[in-house]
């Protein structure tokens, strides 16, 4: 499973670093050149170690030794300026190839999000998505730029080093292996509980970080109710077992991996008798045995980083597999718009109305509207209520052309929504909703979104509706005061009416509101609503709302109940007929004139049912 | 020169070694005895070298019988056989107890930590952002934990070890071995100067990340309105430019980071160049007096050479990765050094409760006062509303009743008791509160109720929420009261956790009830439901409460208006209204013009 999994992320890898593999050849070429030149100076050394030897054989003068001295240190100094140099290289491409694909890999990673579908967007958070485009991106980072070049030298040194000392004698070559096997066999006998035990550690590892969150995150309520001296012990008894059960791990790991890494750097132990052997037969010179004893030292220890790089890429890994799905999200929509291109909006036209045929959506499988037939005539407001779950905002969603629906069609004059570029869509309908989204920017900048230019006196309409005048007043630059930074805080009902002054500059035919007051108080909502009426006669309008406020002039008024039209008319027709439509109303009486110290209403109510035994009369 | 290698060191990670160690307030003692083995172990990788240099000796300088020769390379064998099973020891020594040492102080340190957060006054815990202290609790830490136990005596021993080498060399031959090392303490201090560039680049690195991450979760949070107004495409190329901009900074950031790392090495490794260049003065001016063990030791020199170098050449990695872990500590060190809530020895127990307001002052910081010498007298089963214009402190006010921070100036005191002599314990026994940020934790809702009043039945938990409107939406939950409620209850509507916490102050039956009014958006149903809840909730006790509609707090015995911090006027209703003042201006603003309509 495991395997199954890490070749899904390296097939991820292969596929995110396709433009960077041309870098990453060069580097590993650079890297190849590099490996060789780090044998370098130990052959230099030797060449010291020879004329020394030269020398007590008698062969040579001091002056001439001198000069040998000399030229040594000349090439040493170019050999180590060379080989930093080509390192250099070497490093800098593969940490641009790992740059460039940390930057591509974002880039394919926000293009999907822009035109994945919106609920599938809705099921993260929006933390695991930043997340995933920073840091789980980043992790990527680490495995291109650094260990494609060390993990090669890790290799190619102990290789080159082999070769050289089969060229000097092939026995010296053996015993210069020969512990290597030995450390191998140590290390898969190692390797193989090894992965349980770091899933144990994970594991572990795991619990205490979430148990910590968890703690830290609760700390307020538990402080609050008295509950932290034994939260705390809990948590302190969570970071003892961690520990011990760390300490277990350690005490079982340690002396295997002791082992491992000493045999290692054990070949010094049969390479020194058998060179020495060899020496006394004549078969080597001593200058290639002093040659072999200062490659050899430490020959195999490279491989430990090779280690080191296994249990990383599999952490890298686990980061690249948890971008497939939005690697692989649904683009159909982008395709879609490509293929579409721009076409000629009619928006200007006179009048545009809205219809639904026969829609049926379902999400989840839960089916939330069977079969909905509707039509928002031209220039009409429609209102529409219903207890939670009625599905109201999925029909806003759906006539705004962010939800399609399985069956039917919405329309706008004529033309299924579904069919619209974005961007004649946007021009059609304007939504505001409930939970009222600004940018980091002026409050100017967000209510142009929709528009690059806007009137003064088109603006200054839209924030009189949108009963915001107040607000821009009150703020310290007006519409240049810079929003959601530190300082400028906006309550919920102060974004809401910016978003819907935002929404009434966007100059569409069609306005959807959902919930979008539902932070205003009942007065603000009357008064916008009669503003709207007031400013903006010929706009289509749908509004959906739980607090009807100064609703009453709607041309239908639609009670929606699990999907379906249960009623809907004029407010005079519902306030006669339709019970939902008169307890609506009823409570929402109660409530407005409520005060915290309304002990004979509080008692009286606790006794009767909340739509019965109301004395206030309903007068309209 | 080793005291001027110290000096010369990257002195803040030494500085973070000794601090982790000291913060833990646990014995060092196995930690060093891992950290000998280990340079023992080091050291004893150098012997087989040594006995080879003397074999050599010997074979040189008794030139011929062979027989002789050959014995002794099996004493050679031997003494290698011998030397490496010491250090099998050794290196299984020093890796355990280096390792359970490590752990055992991080042990301690994540304790100590984990203890200071717990002491935190809760205002300064909210002060940290989402997520935030969990990132530092869990990552941070984990980062130091990788270091201490793993970086931290690697780096250690390739910096001991090769020092010890080179006092020892300096007895051989201090000309050859100053040589040799000649290029170490200039790296050392080209790697300082350019530690102040490093760390400029990775802070703007930092910030070009923190910035993007802002970014992201805006295009994230944003992509429905974004997409609704066709400007997705617009945030794209936006992020796209941030992308692009990140890859500048990173390689920057690798120049000014792996650059001086590369160079380090470089200077270090030069240090052979001035090694030959003197051995060759020496020879040059050789006399034949002293030629063979001079000669000799050159050849000592060449075998040890790279033994001495290279450990010194791998410390760069150490290094490297031990900055990254440098801010993290100093994150950290912050936390620990934050004044703890101070808890009574003995707690007084409140006579009645009465709350006393006495000058009380408070300010964020040194600089500027949220709120400024307040008085005020709230007796019991009375009802206090506070209003006044957003920023007017009132909710810095409301958490200094409930101690969520100690004030600087002036106290607030129940039934005759400073809260800082009442203590948590007793506070919060006494206080309920229901305010906007509901707090839940992770658990069943059953759970989250039941905290109010641990040895309360099901019954009497059924019976609170019936009261506060929530037995609906209980039932209707897949497992009901034992649906469990993760991250915060994020699953449930701001109106939902609110009736939550209506029913869990219900349960707990505390004498004062602190209390911000503003309603969640809920359907009118709801909202009705809520309301009657509230009111029930606050009959009987001593209220204190935050008013978004004034219309609400029409009979509360006493209305105290707030503007930036001070107290502007106090009264009731009528008598407020009667006068010209802040009180009369916001009720106007509320209810003024559309008066005629709303009564209607």
């Known amino acids: 499973m495991a395997e199954f999994e890490d070749k899904a992320g390296w097939r991820t890898l292969w596929f995110l670093i396709d433009r960077q593999r041309t870098r990453l050849a060069l580097a590993f070429a650079f890297t190849l050149v590099a490996a060789t030149m780090e044998l370098v100076p130990f052959w230099l050394l030797a060449q010291g170690a020879q004329a020394v030897l030269g020398f007590i054989d008698q062969q040579s003068t001091t002056t001439e030794m001198a000069e040998t001295f000399y030229q040594l240190a000349l090439w040493m100094a170019a050999a180590l300026v060379l080989k930093t140099l080509i390192y250099g290289i070497a490093y800098f491409l593969s940490h641009q190839a790992a740059f460039f694909t940390l930057a591509h890999t974002r880039r394919i990673l926000v293009t999907r999000l822009a035109w994945a579908p919106l609920h599938w967007i809705q099921s993260y958070h929006s933390g695991q998505l930043k997340q995933m485009v920073l840091q789980d991106v980043d992790k990527i980072e680490n495995l291109i730029a650094h260990h494609t070049v060390e993990v090669s030298v890790s290799l190619l040194t102990p290789l080159l080093i082999t070769f050289y000392l089969f060229w000097i004698d092939w026995r010296l070559a053996v015993a210069a292996l020969l512990v290597a096997p030995l450390a191998i066999i140590c290390s898969m006998l190692f390797m193989r509980d090894m992965d349980s035990m770091q899933d144990q550690y994970h594991q572990v590892a795991v619990s205490l970080n979430k148990t910590t969150v968890e703690y830290l995150r609760n700390i307020p309520v538990m402080k609050l109710f008295r509950q932290d001296a034994r939260r705390f012990s809990a948590m302190v008894q969570h970071s003892q077992h961690y520990y011990s059960l760390v300490e277990a791990l350690t005490r079982l790991t340690v002396p295997r991996w002791a082992l491992f890494t000493s045999l290692l750097g054990a070949n010094m132990l049969l390479v020194l008798p058998a060179g020495g052997f060899l020496l006394l037969h004549n078969e080597i010179a001593l200058t290639d045995l002093i040659l072999a004893i200062l490659l050899c030292g430490g020959m195999l220890r490279p491989l430990l980083k090779i280690s080191h790089f296994f249990t990383d890429s599999r952490e890298v890994l686990a980061s690249v597999r948890r971008l497939n799905p939005v690697l692989n999200a649904d683009n159909s929509a982008e395709h879609a718009q490509q293929a579409e291109g721009a076409d000629p909006v009619s928006s200007r036209e006179e009048g545009i109305d809205v219809e639904l045929s026969r829609v049926r959506f379902s999400y989840d499988k839960t089916l939330i509207i069977p079969e909905m037939d509707l039509t928002l005539p031209a220039g009409s407001t429609t209102v529409m209520t219903g207890a939670s779950g009625s599905g109201k905002s999925t029909l806003a969603q759906l006539i705004a052309g962010l939800l399609m629906p399985e069956q039917g069609q919405v329309t706008i004059n004529g033309r299924a929504v579904t069919d619209l570029s974005n961007e004649q869509r946007a021009s059609l309908v304007a939504v505001a909703t409930q939970d009222a989204f600004l940018f980091k920017g002026t409050i100017r900048d967000n209510l142009m979104l929709a528009r690059d230019t806007v009137q003064e006196h088109d603006m200054e309409l839209a924030i009189k509706v949108a009963q915001a005048e107040h607000l821009i007043q009150q703020l310290p630059d007006g519409y240049d005061t810079r929003v959601n930074e530190q300082g400028t805080r906006l309550s919920g009902g102060e974004r809401q009416r910016l978003a819907l002054a935002r929404a009434l500059l966007a100059d569409t035919p069609v306005l959807v509101l959902d919930e979008a007051t539902a932070f205003a108080d009942n007065l603000t909502q009357q008064a916008f609503y009669r503003d709207l009426q007031e400013h903006y006669p010929d706009k289509t309008v749908l509004i959906i709302a739980h607090r009807l406020a100064g609703m009453e002039f709607a041309d239908q008024i639609i009670v929606l109940h699990k999907g379906h039209i249960q009623d809907a008319g004029s407010h005079t027709e519902l306030i006669q007929r339709n019970a939902y439509y008169q307890k609506i109303w009823q409570l929402q009486r109660d409530s407005h004139h409520w005060t915290l110290q309304d002990d004979q209403a509080c008692e009286s109510r606790k006794r009767s049912d909340v739509t019965e035994g109301e004395t206030t009369c309903l007068q309209i | ?600």
Request: with cysteine.
């Open chain 2, 1 to 600: 020169m080793p005291a001027d290698l110290k000096s010369s060191m990257d002195s803040s990670i030494f500085r973070i070694i000794v601090r982790v160690i000291h913060s833990s307030g646990r014995s060092p003692g196995l930690f060093l005895s891992g950290l000998s083995w280990r340079i023992l172990e080091r050291i004893l990788d150098l012997l087989p070298l040594l006995a080879v240099f003397f074999w050599l000796q010997n074979i040189l300088l008794s030139k011929g019988d062979n027989d002789e020769a050959e014995a002794s390379i099996l004493w050679l064998a031997g003494t290698l056989l011998l030397i490496f099973l010491i250090q099998l020891v050794a290196a299984w020594k020093g890796q355990r107890n280096s390792f359970l040492g490590g752990y055992r102080i991080m042990a301690g340190y994540r304790e100590q930590l984990l203890d200071r957060v717990h002491q935190l006054p809760l205002g300064v815990l909210a002060e940290y952002r989402t997520g935030q202290l969990a990132d530092m609790m869990t990552d941070d830490i984990q980062r130091i934990e990788n270091i201490f136990t793993h970086q931290v005596v690697e780096l250690l021993t390739s910096l001991l070890v090769p020092l010890l080498l080179f006092i020892a060399l300096l007895w051989v031959d201090w000309h050859l071995a100053i040589g040799l090392m000649a290029g170490f303490p200039l790296a050392l201090l080209f790697l300082q100067l350019s530690r102040n560039l490093f760390i400029r680049v990775s802070q703007a690195k930092q910030d070009a990340l923190r910035y993007t991450s802002g970014m992201v979760v805006e295009y994230v949070t944003g992509l429905r309105t974004f997409r609704l107004f066709n400007k997705a495409g617009v945030w794209l190329k936006r992020l796209y430019l941030q992308f692009d901009h990140i890859t500048r900074t990173s390689i920057g950031v690798e120049i000014w980071g792996a650059g001086p790392v590369v160079l380090y090495r470089l200077l270090t490794e030069l240090g052979l160049v001035a090694f030959l260049t003197l051995a060759a003065m020496q020879i040059a001016g050789m006399t034949p007096a002293q030629d063979q063990t001079e000669l000799l030791s050159l050849l000592l020199f060449i075998l040890l050479a790279y033994r001495m170098l290279g450990p010194l050449l791998e410390m760069a990695e150490h290094l490297a990765v031990l900055r990254f872990t440098v801010q993290s500590e100093q994150k950290l060190q912050q936390l620990y050094q934050r004044k703890p809530l101070s808890e009574p020895g003995s707690a007084e127990i409140p006579r009645n409760n009465d709350l006393i307001v006495q000058d009380l002052s408070f300010g964020y910081d040194n600089e500027s006062l949220i709120l400024d010498q307040l008085n005020f007298r709230v007796p019991e089963n009375s009802m206090t509303a506070i209003v006044g214009p957003s920023g007017s402190g009132k909710s810095t006010l409301m958490g200094l009743l409930a101690r969520f921070y100690d004030p600087q100036q002036g106290s607030v005191s129940l039934g005759g008791s400073d809260l800082k002599a009442l203590g948590s314990e007793q506070l919060y026994q006494k206080v309920s509160m229901v305010f906007q940020q509901v707090q839940l934790f992770d658990g069943t809702i059953a759970d989250n109720i039941r905290i109010g009043r641990p040895d309360a039945s099901e019954q009497q938990i059924r019976e609170a929420c019936k009261a506060a409107w929530c037995d609906d939406f209980i039932s209707k939950l897949p497992e009901g009261y034992n649906t469990r409620i993760g991250e915060g209850g994020s699953c449930l509507s701001g109106g939902e956790r609110q009736r939550l916490s209506i029913a869990r102050a219900l349960l707990k039956d505390a004498p004062v009830l602190l209390l911000d009014e503003a309603t969640a958006s809920v359907d009118t149903e709801t909202q009705y439901h809520i309301q009657r809840a509230l009111s029930r909730l606050a009959q009987g006790r001593t209220v204190i409460m935050i008013a978004h509609r004034l219309s609400t707090i029409r009979h509360a015995s006493q209305i105290i208006v707030l503007d930036q911090g001070k107290i502007v006027q106090k009264g009731r209703h009528d008598e407020l209204l009667a006068c010209e003042g802040m009180y009369r201006t916001l009720w106007q603003a509320q209810e003024g013009q559309h008066q005629s309509s709303a009564a209607s």
